[in-house]
């Protein structure tokens, strides 16, 4: 085997060791015997938790996205810390910052009184995301299931695993493959922040001290995030429609409005610029590379089989 061959091979073996071998036991229709009512059963609880909040569709989706970064898509993050166990929750990018847990309780209440010991809250916690995005005007896609809820949690992996907003591209770049995740993915998944808010202290140093800011949009942000004030106001991720599920989030990259410093590093004259116009000149191509993307992040290194557990209650192991 000549040296391209091998490079190859173990590339390969890579990304089947972060999505895991036991991706392939996930199917669309894992419980359609087993829980026929389930999408039917999640999708009105969504609803009604968006229609309350609609900013809640974004913590949910970014929920999946924090869930599966740490040792892959297995619930881990929904964990509560006790005295005797330390979860995710508060790890640097978790702290005072993730948020929806209770719609996902609420999901699981409703979906335990259909299906009793059926469902992971990890396989909830995918199909409440792809929900969320549907219902504020963003793509569907079929949700592959069959995870099992993880019995331990790390937040160290945490830490070390979530790239925080202040990622040059490179970091970035380098964050998703190690998950199996392409350039493409990157960009496309940066897409979800077409939705959602953001804390003060995670775009100050944007706002105040760099240069690739449009300067009216920098003004407008410092309104309402001072130097040394303000550090959990919020601003949208999205100037222009932060409730809805749209491609404005890559118009404003290309106008040097974006909100956090690893947002612009998207379009900041590096190899990800022309993803970042496709996307913005063919909305129909950001939708479906997002649900894709989406697809196969759910794929990263689930449990299955008799690993893992299908928790009663989200927040705590059996």
């Known amino acids: 085997m000549d040296s391209s061959s091998k490079a190859a091979t173990l590339s390969l073996a890579l990304v089947l060791v972060f999505l895991g071998s036991s991706s392939a036991q996930l199917s669309t229709d894992f419980y359609s015997s087993s829980c026929p009512s389930l999408f039917s059963t999640v999708k009105p609880v969504v609803r009604s938790a968006l229609a309350g909040e609609r900013r809640l569709g974004a913590s949910v989706v970014r929920l999946f996205f924090h869930d599966c970064f740490v040792n892959g898509c297995d619930g881990s993050l929904l964990l509560d810390d006790t005295s005797s166990f330390t979860g995710e929750k508060n790890a640097r990018p978790n702290v005072n910052s993730v948020r929806g847990f209770e719609v996902i309780d609420s999901i699981k209440t409703r979906v335990e009184k259909v299906c009793p010991g059926v469902v992971s809250c990890a396989d909830i916690l995918a199909i409440a995301a792809r929900d969320s995005v549907e219902i504020l005007g963003g793509p569907s896609w079929h949700v592959k299931l069959g995870r099992r809820d993880s019995r331990r949690a790390s937040q160290s992996d945490a830490n070390r695993n979530i790239p925080p907003p202040t990622s040059n591209l490179t970091t970035l770049i380098s964050s998703f493959r190690s998950k199996g995740l392409s350039v493409r993915e990157l960009v496309a998944l940066s897409g979800s922040h077409t939705i959602g808010q953001a804390r003060c202290t995670t775009f100050r140093n944007r706002i105040y001290n760099e240069t690739n800011i449009d300067r009216a949009f920098a003004r407008q942000r410092r309104g309402n995030c001072g130097r040394t004030s303000g550090d959990n106001n919020l601003a949208p991720l999205d100037l222009q429609t ?63 089989g008799s690993r893992g557990e299908i928790r009663k209650n989200c927040r705590r192991i059996n």
């Open 242 to 304: 932060p409730n809805g599920f749209d491609n404005n989030y890559f118009k404003n990259l290309i106008k040097q409005k974006g909100l956090l410093h690893s947002d612009q590093e998207l379009f900041n004259g590096g190899s990800t610029d022309s993803l970042v116009r496709n996307y913005v000149k063919n909305p129909h191509a950001f939708e479906s590379d997002f649900a894709a993307a989406m697809i196969k992040m759910g794929d990263i290194s689930p449990l299955t």
